[in-house]
């Protein structure tokens, strides 16, 4: 691990003030599993260079995702799948689990040059409803 840069410039970045954190070094569907039946997805995904979580508890939960692309085209591109895929699951999830589905609405996704970067925020009762309703086996 100490002799993979790639994943030690990931865990530089998240390593300090996130109470929970993790990184991938590979490019594997993670972010969002709904957009991986888009053809654009599949190579955009393929050529990720890292994704790292980083989790923060100040009062409400408070998670960042980065994902480096290989180009800003990429990130712009991977972007847009992103926001498609936060919006189509927050509407089929309006009235089985609208929890999920107001956390998905809040979510911010932008594209940073060659970083995507996704952020949303859950209150802790938002958080009993997840664990309630299974959603993590739906998480990012």
């Known amino acids: 691990l100490l002799t993979n840069e790639k994943v030690m410039n990931l865990?530089?970045?998240?390593?300090?003030?996130?109470?929970?954190?993790?990184?991938?070094?590979s490019g594997e569907n993670m972010l969002l599993p709904d957009i991986s039946s888009f053809p654009q997805a599949r190579g955009l995904f393929g050529k990720l260079r890292g994704v790292s979580i980083a989790?923060?508890?100040?009062?409400?939960?408070?998670?960042?995702?980065q994902a480096n692309s290989a180009s800003p085209a990429d990130a712009r591109l991977l972007t847009q799948l992103?926001?498609?895929?936060?919006?189509?699951?927050?509407?089929?999830?309006?009235?089985?689990n609208p929890d999920l589905a107001a956390v998905?609405?809040?979510?911010?996704v932008a594209a940073?040059?060659?970083q995507?970067?996704?952020?949303?925020?859950?209150?802790?009762?938002?958080?009993?409803?997840l664990i309630?309703?299974?959603?993590?086996r739906l998480a990012f």
Do not use: C
């Open 11 to 25: 865990i530089g970045q998240v390593n300090g003030g996130a109470v929970l954190w993790n990184v991938f070094a």
């Open 55 to 65: 989790v923060q508890a100040p009062s409400d939960l408070e998670v960042d995702v």
């Open 82 to 96: 992103i926001q498609l895929g936060l919006m189509y699951r927050g509407q089929t999830s309006v009235k089985s």
């Open 104 to 108: 998905l609405a809040g979510a911010q």
């Open 112 to 114: 940073n040059g060659a």
């Open 116 to 129: 995507v970067e996704i952020s949303f925020e859950v209150n802790d009762d938002q958080m009993q409803s």
């Open 132 to 136: 309630e309703h299974d959603s993590f």
